[in-house]
């Protein structure tokens, strides 16, 4: 099983608050970067608690104007994409908050190759547990690579469940899809390496609650 800690790295910060004592809080905090090329579409996840940071404050500066990022409304009446375009003035509109297990595509404008870091808090619960009833665009919730058959959302998956990654190098992009069988078994898909910007289309067969274990210990 490779569960490896972070391409992120990983600080761990203090606050102190004073009472009549003085209470330490520990949380680490950390950061996952990614490569955006002009005019190509990435599939990227969030794998830490923001906050409810905008857009703007996420990546506000760091892709040049006229960029588009889409998001998956689930909710929609059909389901739909959101865009979020970075206008003239540099201005993310709508200027929605993105947070941990949140996936959206990239599309940068220019030309080149763009470095965008997202940073935040790693969640140190447990378990974390989320109910899964429809197509949903998503990623791991931990800032560290692994295999698809590694996750607890692999195994959770019920049966005839599919799962798909975008595949940028090939030409031409395309998803690379992925089923578990009636047996349980996810084929090559157990072998997918998942790494922590690595967004994902997950299509459950039926509804489940997904709970995902902490791969480390903090």
Known sequence: MMKKLL???????CAAVVT??????????GYTKFTASA???DLIAINF???GATVQELI??????????????????PPTYVPVNKNFLGNWLPNVTLDNGDSFWVQAAGAGDYEVILSGEVLTAETNTVAVSELVMTGYYF?????WGATD?????????KMYVWDKDAVPPAYVPYSK???GNWGAGANAVISPTTGVWVDPASSFTWEEERPFTP
Do not use: C, H, M, R
């Open 153 to 161: 959302l692999a195994a959770q998956l019920p049966n005839l469940s």
């Open 181 to 183: 069988n009636f047996l």
């Open 60 to 77: 506000g500066a760091q892709l040049p104007n006229l960029s588009k990022i889409y998001l998956w409304d689930k909710d929609a009446v």
């Open 49 to 51: 608690e923001t906050g």
């Open 39 to 41: 005019g190509q579409l």
């Open 7 to 13: 391409t992120t790295v990983a600080v761990l910060g």
């Open 143 to 147: 800032p560290v690579e692994t295999l």
């Open 20 to 29: 009549a004592q003085t209470v330490t809080s520990q949380n680490i905090v």
